[in-house]
């Protein structure tokens, strides 16, 4: 057997053969095309979120030196379904005040914001819903949108909690839009593509030498601080800190519609986590995949459940930060670091270094200006300790 | 054809969306219409061709505009929605002003002949867009520049809660 | 293929409802976005036109005019805001003085 024919994309040739072979005109051969590709996408996404679900819940679990769910099924494989059984049958809860439209608008605004972003997403070479040359720029408006629904849930549920918590998606979501998209555009002007695909396909060469993270680490920090921020992930979950504003704007929300939150959370971090990987480690790039492409698949789930794994380990490692010390960590540090870097970075592959040579260049460059600003950072935080100030960053354990 | 009919649809749709913007009684109501005709607007721009263009809409207006009209509303709902009607008393003189500014650029539109067909769109737009604006219109992009950064300067300075 | 008069009409429509906006209603806030739905059907005729000529200056100066808007909300989102915290009323027909 010829292994290089194990490719995703001869399935959507061979099922185009057959819409052709039967006699449908091109126009409808696309449209059921795109049907047939979002139904996919969808199934995957709703398949895959109760599996983030059990892995996270497992997780969390064994870090805090738990058992985690072990009831329903093997390892409490099935305690995801029950859940989602449950929810099902929960009473739907309207609060009486509640701006209706609005507040049943909300949940599906939120999931719909995040299957709209996995449609840029390469899962393999060519294996992409919409191979769009404005990727990158896409996945940002796509992202703008969530903050919109939050607030929608926010503003409509009639609650002083839900609307605390709406009032800080929007300074949180906002703030920390900004270092996110400057780290995913320095790897677009390495590349000098938006296309999520080309940036995939860049990467390749040297046996994962080609991979972003390697040239610019303290570009992916960024992006994976800023990441974490944009998930609503522990450290920087205070869009729902519980012991602050409860639950924060989904407060109201009960059964299905509180579910479909959940699910848009868990998905959102899942995409966050799968352009990590597209961008900085190379997405479907790994050995043999060009002999193989169906390898391809295998490399890119591989390393964004890995960053998806780190995402949980931190969440169940670290404690939350306060509001005011989330923000002025944003403003302060990760905006500046993350436009100096941009300006650093466009000069030296203006230089017109040979690609070895520029790689160094540039690993140095982001090396020299993470320490740079580590340096800076504890200068401050030592300073502001001593003046019995507000703590500048977040504050280490002294021991 | 199929373009024809999404127009169509994506038309009504942003001219109720900018009816209910202008008509609604609810502020927050008002907003979301408005996020709503933002976004006819971003698929109308999707069909002529200016995928960047429509891009920078939806994070423009929508994620940032948008949201923050929005803020300002939650920040200011205790003076919202008192005293009566949301309208002023001229409203008859205004809907007669602005439906004559319709007819007025109506007939202007309908004076001007574009021909039958349009020129094609070049296909690397984005990368004659980036070029265009560090070239020929580096100036108006370097003075937008300065302005956003007056703008912000100055909406720190005027928001900023004075402690006396 | 949709004629340019189309476009070019509907956004003479969406500017006429801002302007009816602007003049009609009492609330700062709507007022402002009546004044952004206005610039909306503006870039809205500018990019018709570009897509017409084939010529990319129309969504060059689609940037600017969204610059402008951002830096238009910015500060009279913050002179609303102002606004409320000294006279407490976010209604235009009460922000009559020019000097408090």
Redesign the interface.
């Known amino acids: 057997m010829d292994l290089s024919q194990l490719d995703l994309r001869l399935i959507g040739v061979w099922f185009n053969n057959m819409l052709a072979g039967a006699g449908l005109a091109p126009g409808i051969i696309s449209l059921i095309n795109w049907v047939v590709g979002a139904l996919l996408l969808l199934i995957f996404a709703l398949t895959l979120a109760i599996a983030l679900i059990w892995i996270e819940r497992k997780l969390a679990a064994r870090l805090q030196d738990r058992l985690g769910p072990n009831r329903v099924g093997p390892y409490g494989l099935l305690q995801m379904v029950a859940d989602v059984l449950k929810l099902l049958t929960k009473e739907d809860i309207t609060p009486l005040e509640a701006d209706r439209v609005t507040y049943n608008l909300a949940p599906a605004l939120a999931v719909f914001q995040v299957m709209m972003a996995m449609a840029v997403i390469p899962f393999a070479n060519g294996v992409i819903g919409a191979d769009v040359n404005i990727g990158v720029l896409y996945l940002m408006a796509i992202g703008s949108v969530g903050a919109m629904a939050a607030l929608m849930a926010g503003w409509s549920s009639n609650n002083k909690y839900a609307l605390v918590g709406g009032f800080r998606v929007v300074a949180q979501l906002l703030s920390y839009e900004i270092p996110l998209v400057m780290a995913m555009l320095i790897p677009v002007l390495v590349a000098g593509t938006m296309r999520m695909n080309g940036l995939a396909e860049a990467q390749g060469g040297w046996f994962g030498l080609g991979w972003y993270v390697w040239t610019l680490p303290t570009a992916f920090l960024i992006f994976f601080i800023a990441a974490l921020a944009e998930g609503e992930r522990a450290p920087f979950d205070l869009l729902e800190a519980e012991s602050e504003i409860v639950a924060g704007f989904n407060i109201e929300y009960s059964g299905m519609k509180f579910a479909w939150f959940y699910l848009a959370f868990f998905l959102n971090s899942w995409v966050l986590a799968a352009v990590g990987a597209t961008i900085f480690l190379g997405g479907w790039q790994g050995p043999f995949v060009a002999q193989i492409p169906a390898l391809g698949v295998i490399y890119f789930i591989a390393k964004t459940l890995l960053l998806f794994f780190i995402q949980a380990w931190v969440r169940a490692t670290f404690p939350r930060l306060r509001i005011d010390q989330m923000m002025s960590f944003c403003w302060k540090v990760l905006v500046p670091m993350a436009l100096l870097l941009f300006i650093a970075v466009a000069v030296t592959l203006k230089l017109g270094l040979p690609q070895p040579v520029q790689g160094v260049a540039l690993l140095g460059l982001n090396l020299v200006i993470l320490l740079a600003t580590l340096a800076l950072v504890s200068r401050a935080q030592k300073r502001s300790v001593g003046a019995g100030k507000r703590a500048f960053a977040p504050e280490l354990p002294r021991l | 054809m199929a373009?024809?009919a999404l127009?169509l649809i994506m038309?009504v749709f942003?001219?109720g969306m900018?009816?209910g913007?202008?008509t609604s009684r609810n502020?927050f109501h008002?907003?979301l219409f408005?996020v709503g005709?933002?976004a006819g607007?971003a698929v109308?721009?999707f069909?002529?061709?200016?995928e960047?263009?429509g891009v920078?809409?939806i994070i423009?207006?929508i994620g940032?505009?948008a949201t923050?009209?929005i803020?300002?509303?939650m920040?200011?709902r205790s003076?919202?929605g008192?005293?009566g009607?949301?309208?002023?008393r001229?409203?008859a003189f205004?809907?007669l002003?602005?439906?004559l500014?319709?007819a007025a650029?109506?007939w202007l539109?309908?004076r001007v002949d574009?021909g039958s067909t349009?020129?094609?769109?070049?296909e690397d737009?984005i990368a004659?867009?980036g070029a265009?604006?560090v070239t020929?219109?580096v100036i108006?992009?370097e003075v937008?520049?300065i302005?956003?950064l007056?703008?912000?300067v100055?909406?720190?300075l005027?928001?900023r809660?004075r402690h006396s | 293929?949709?004629?340019?008069?189309?476009?070019?009409?509907?956004a003479?429509?969406?500017?006429?409802?801002?302007?009816?906006?602007v003049?009609?209603?009492?609330?700062a806030?709507?007022i402002?976005?009546?004044v952004?739905?206005m610039l909306?059907a503006v870039?809205?005729t500018l990019?018709?036109l570009?897509?017409?000529?084939?010529?990319?200056?129309g969504?060059?100066?689609?940037?600017?005019v969204?610059?402008?808007?951002?830096?238009?909300?910015?500060?009279g989102?913050?002179?609303?805001?102002?606004i409320?915290?000294h006279k407490?009323?976010?209604?235009v027909?009460e922000i009559n003085l020019l000097k408090w």
């Open positions: 373009q024809q127009f038309a942003t001219l900018a009816l913007t202008v502020i008002s907003a408005l005709s933002f607007v109308i721009y069909l002529l061709e200016a960047f263009v920078a809409q423009i207006y940032a505009i923050l009209i803020f300002a509303i920040l200011s003076v919202t008192q005293n009607s949301p309208m002023n001229q409203w205004a809907a002003g602005a439906a500014l319709f650029l109506a539109f309908s574009f349009a020129q094609p769109v070049p737009a004659l867009i265009g604006l020929e219109y108006p992009f937008a520049s302005l956003l007056v703008a912000l100055g909406a720190i005027i928001a809660e | 293929m949709v004629p340019t008069h189309y476009y070019l009409i509907l003479a429509i969406i500017f006429s409802m801002g302007a009816l906006g003049l009609v209603r009492r609330n806030l709507i402002f976005m009546c952004e739905m909306n870039n809205l990019v018709a570009a897509n017409q000529w084939g010529n990319l200056s969504q060059v100066f689609v940037f600017i969204m610059a402008v808007a951002a830096a238009e909300v910015a500060i989102l913050a002179i609303v805001m102002a409320v915290r407490d009323t976010i209604n027909e």
